[in-house]
């Protein structure tokens, strides 16, 4: 409650060393930004383990630059955007649709996308995914986004305990 931002991010990345402090200075020199990175994919081959600060090189080595300009994995924003469009759209369910309402949702708030990438960057580690086994699922969320992607804010029924 204290803090003035808010850092999204994923429970199975590993951050380079310098991933907080360079998400500081962004925030630092430009307070009207949306900050994100570029994901790198870990393979298969490489488990889940306890690993130090000095692995991080060696693991980022073995990793692949995701195909994409910026994920769910970090998103850091001031803490009263959150407030005031209500927080992701809870209507999404399932995988990755969530992430991108919230980028759209932060540039018509007006606040400028920034990449900390490639000055920092995450490790995402492999685990078995299901974003393909509910095709349905992944159609609904498509047409969410398409009926409601003009909207800002969102959840307007009982948001954050709040009456609406």
Known sequence: NDGDWVFCTDVDMIFSPNFVASI?????????????????????SVSFSNWQVSDYQDLYQKSELRNTQGTGACQVARK???????GYDEGFEFWGAEDDDLRKR??????????ISPQASMLHQWHPTTKNDRPWRKRFNAWRYYLTNWKIVKNKKNW?????
């Open 80 to 86: 009263q955007f959150f407030y005031d469009v209500h």
């Open 106 to 115: 932060a540039r018509r708030y007006g606040l400028k996308e920034i990449s």
């Open 160 to 164: 954050g305990g709040q009456p609406a």
């Open 24 to 44: 500081i200075e962004k925030i630092q020199n430009h307070p009207n930004a949306f900050v994100i990175s570029r994901c790198h994919d870990l393979p298969e």
